[in-house]
T-cell receptor
Framework: RKEVEQDPGPFNVPEGATVAFNCTYS??????FFWYRQDCRKEPKLLMS???SGNEDGRFTAQLNRASQYISLLIRDSKLSDSATYLC???????????????FGAGTQVVVTP | DTAVSQTPKYLVTQMGNDKSIKCEQN?????MYWYKQDSKKFLKIMFS???????INETVPNRFSPKSPDKAHLNLHINSLELGDSAVYFC?????????????FGSGTRLTVV
C-alpha cells in the first residue's frame, strides 16, 4: 500500500466551477500536511499547509481528517491558471528518527477548461 | 536571485558513464535533500543532509553518492549510469519555521540515460 494515495485524475473543470479532491495517508503518526502544486516540467511549489481545524487561502480550502486519515483540497471559482498537478504531502517523524521525511502522493491532475 | 539552483538542467548520457549534479541554496537553510521523480510522477526522497551531516539515506543503489562540502551545497554523483536512472532529480532545502518545515525545491535536472 502506498504511503500517500491520490486519485490521479484528470479532473476536467469548467472555468468558474468548484473542484475538490482527497488524499489518504497510511501512517497515523504523520504530523504535518501540505498541498503542493506542480506545473508540467516544473518543480513542486508549496500551495498551502493543512491545519487540523481546516484553513482557507483565497479560493483554496484545505481540510484534515485525522480519524479517517485523509486531507482534502477544494478550489472555488476555478481559473485557467489553476491547471496543474496537486501533490498531497505528508511529513512523518518516526519515534526512531529525529528528522521528518516528506512523503509525496503521485498527484491529482486538474485541467480547467474555458 | 534563485533560491535553490541546480545544474545542469538537462543531462543526456550513455549507460555506464559517471555524472554529477550540483545544487546550491542561498536561503541559509540547514537541511538539503535530493528527490527523484520517475516516469510515474512519484517524488521519492533519496538523501538528506543537515549542516553537512547525512541524516536520511533511503534505499538507494550505492552507485549514488551525495556530497555536502558545506551547508549551502549538496551534490549528487552517480556512477555506472543505468537506463532506470532516467528521471528528474530535484534538490530541495528546508528550515523549521514555527514548528513546521518550509521546503524550497530547485527546478530539477532531467537525466536521460541512453
Amino acid at each position: 500500500r502506498k504511503e500517500v494515495e491520490q486519485d490521479p485524475g484528470p479532473f476536467n473543470v469548467p472555468e468558474g466551477a468548484t473542484v475538490a479532491f482527497n488524499c489518504t495517508y497510511s501512517n497515523s503518526a504523520s504530523q504535518s500536511f501540505f498541498w503542493y502544486r506542480q506545473d508540467c516540467r516544473k518543480e513542486p511549489k508549496l500551495l498551502m499547509s493543512v491545519y487540523s481545524s481546516g484553513n482557507e487561502d483565497g479560493r483554496f480550502t484545505a481540510q484534515l481528517n485525522r480519524a479517517s486519515q485523509y486531507i482534502s483540497l477544494l478550489i472555488r471559482d476555478s481559473k485557467l491558471s489553476d491547471s496543474a498537478t496537486y501533490l498531497c504531502v505528508v511529513n512523518l517523524i518516526l519515534p526512531t528518527d529525529s528528522w521528518g521525511k516528506l512523503q509525496f502522493g503521485a498527484g491529482t491532475q486538474v485541467v480547467v477548461t474555458p | 536571485d534563485t533560491a535553490v539552483s541546480q545544474t545542469p538542467k538537462y543531462l543526456v548520457t550513455q549507460m555506464g558513464n559517471d555524472k554529477s549534479i550540483k545544487c546550491e541554496q542561498n536561503l541559509g537553510h540547514d537541511t538539503m535533500y535530493w528527490y527523484k521523480q520517475d516516469s510515474k510522477k512519484f517524488l521519492k526522497i533519496m538523501f538528506s543532509y543537515n549542516n553537512k551531516e547525512l541524516i536520511i539515506n533511503e534505499t538507494v543503489p550505492n552507485r549514488f553518492s551525495p556530497k555536502s562540502p558545506d551547508k549551502a551545497h549538496l551534490n549528487l554523483h552517480i556512477n555506472s549510469l543505468e537506463l532506470g536512472d532516467s528521471a528528474v532529480y530535484f534538490c530541495a532545502s528546508s528550515q523549521e519555521i514555527d514548528g513546521t518545515y518550509g521546503y524550497t525545491f530547485g527546478s530539477g535536472t532531467r537525466l536521460t540515460v541512453v
